[in-house]
């Protein structure tokens, strides 16, 4: 991800989850205050309630997210493709295999302002015996709290809402919250996203909130080059987290490059530890910011 304009300083020159657009030399909006972007808080816990993707097949959008919106006024166009080398091999509950299945997401998110971004999704598969399937969309409003309180990490939350079709998830209308925590310290960057999904269609409904953490840590080699780890858990519900050894776990090792400060590039190897079927994954994330 390109370096940070002014208003976005926090997070690794190539963010996992790039929202920083080309530093136009705009003046500095001024910041909402902390009742408003309180209010906001509390709207996206709202928003959340609603309908999300869930776990059947939902390697679509393989990202941590970094804590800063897009700015006030700037698009990023994403195209996230993922392809499975070794999954699930037959159909399991109505949902089909992931062997050999490509994922691709597009993603198009805007900044309203410098706090609040919103995000619109598409998701495809390709199987490996037919062709391209339209599988579900999302919608996601992110808000980020401002540089002006000045708190010692970077701090957002986002919530998804959207349904996925029945072919691809026991589970078809969802909802997520996403708190966004980050911290760059020297050339080293973290970022931790305590995820929490509901579902309100399907299979898991009548479970509670299932606690689906991700967290990166990177560090930037040079200006244009930065390595890490990426990980992805599934660890059961609020109420009950699953044994050990019903848990999902996956881990990347992850590539960014910084070639332009308009484009983002993330690539990453992933390697299915504990119950998971899909063992064997690579991913690609690119974006174009205007």
Request: one cysteine or more; charged letters at 20%.
């Amino acid at each position: 991800m390109p370096r940070a304009s002014p208003n976005t300083a926090r997070g690794p020159l190539v963010k996992l989850s790039s929202r920083v657009p080309p530093d136009t030399g705009a003046p500095v909006i001024a910041r909402p205050s902390r009742r408003a972007i309180l209010a906001c808080l509390s709207l996206t816990g709202l928003l959340a309630s609603a309908p999300r993707l869930v776990h059947a097949q939902d390697n679509y959008e393989i990202q941590v997210y970094s804590a800063p919106t897009m700015d006030k006024g700037h698009t990023i166009f994403e195209l996230h493709s993922n392809y499975t080398f070794d999954g699930r091999r037959t159909v399991a509950n109505g949902v089909q295999p992931t062997h050999h299945a490509a994922h691709y997401t597009l993603e198009i998110t805007h900044g309203f302002t410098d706090w609040f971004e919103v995000g619109a999704y598409a998701f495809i598969t390709q199987q490996p015996a037919g062709g391209f399937n339209y599988v579900g969309s999302h919608i996601r409003p992110r808000i980020a709290a401002p540089e002006s309180w000045h708190l010692p990490v970077g701090l957002s939350l986002s919530a998804e809402v959207g349904f996925q079709r029945r072919d691809f998830a026991e589970d078809t209308w969802n909802a997520e919250i996403r708190p966004i925590i980050d911290k760059q310290v020297g050339r080293a960057y973290f970022a931790f996203n305590p995820v929490l999904g509901k579902s309100f269609r399907g299979a898991t409904s009548a479970d509670g909130f299932a606690f689906e953490p991700s967290g990166a840590a990177t560090f930037d080699v040079t200006k244009q080059v930065n390595v890490g780890a990426e990980y992805y858990g599934g660890l059961g519900t609020l109420r009950r987290l699953a044994p050990p050894n019903e848990r999902d776990h996956l881990l990347f090792g992850v590539l960014n490059l910084n070639l332009s400060p308009a484009y983002e590039f993330n690539f990453g190897i992933g390697r299915g530890l504990g119950s998971t079927a899909e063992k064997s994954i690579v991913k690609l994330i690119l974006g174009r910011r205007i």
